[in-house]
């Protein structure tokens, strides 16, 4: 039977962590967490950084596309499912009801209307592009872009549109028509314009919050071509002269 003494010295021969190694052991694991929590923080702040951008991004894109799609469909002033392009000019909108007190805006016809079964009209709708009031002043920055919608061409009294809305939080929005030499903010087929212009300018400018000391970003813009182009009675009167002159000599 061993004693007590070699007891004693076979347990002091086993291997052991001296205080000063645990110690040391849990400061480099603290060290450790710490920089893991810190990379953890960056990436989630990241995170929703880029949540939050990506949902802002969103309603801009949407209703980019939505004008994009509505303007390549555009329709020439003359036919008879076929209206006035105007860009800040008056009595737009005024076949659905509305005006244009809130400021400018962009009504046309185009060819984006969806058959269906549930709805007797054809292809061909007015669309007009506005600024309107807010549902709610108290949350908004700013006014609503929406998108008012008029399938019933052939009706002989004003129709409700649908107004569909596409941003919010909008301080502006600028229209502008190029005609092949030059931008113009004002265009009317019904007046001193006979014909679509070749291509439209959109500017949007969002609303912040001044007193936060946010400044104003820069205007979202969107350019879309107009290759849709018709002519009027003058020009079809012309060409038909010609050919009648030349065939007759």
Known sequence: MPSLTQEHKARAGVASFTLVEVLLALAICS???????????????????????????????MAFAKIRRDLLGVVGPFGVLAGDFKCDAQ??????????????????????????DNSPFGDIQEVYYQLMPPADRSKALGQDLVRCVNR???ATM???A??????????????DCYDGT?????????SGDTNLPTAVRIRVHQAVDRNTGATRPEALELIVPVSTQTRNTNTIQGIFTNSVSTSGS
Do not use: C, H, K, Y
């Open 158 to 160: 004003n129709q409700t």
């Open 31 to 61: 060290i450790v967490l710490v920089a893991i929590n810190a990379v953890f923080a960056t990436a989630v702040r990241l995170r929703e950084r880029t949540s939050a951008a990506v949902d802002q991004a969103l309603p801009v894109d």
């Open 152 to 154: 019933n061409l052939l």
């Open 91 to 116: 009595t737009m909108g005024t076949s659905m009801g509305l005006s244009t007190a809130a400021g400018g805006g962009l009504d046309f016809f185009s060819t984006t209307g969806v058959i269906g």
């Open 162 to 175: 649908d107004i569909q809305l596409l941003m919010n939080n909008v301080e502006s929005v600028e229209f």
């Open 182 to 190: 030059e931008w113009r903010s004002t265009w009317d087929t019904s």
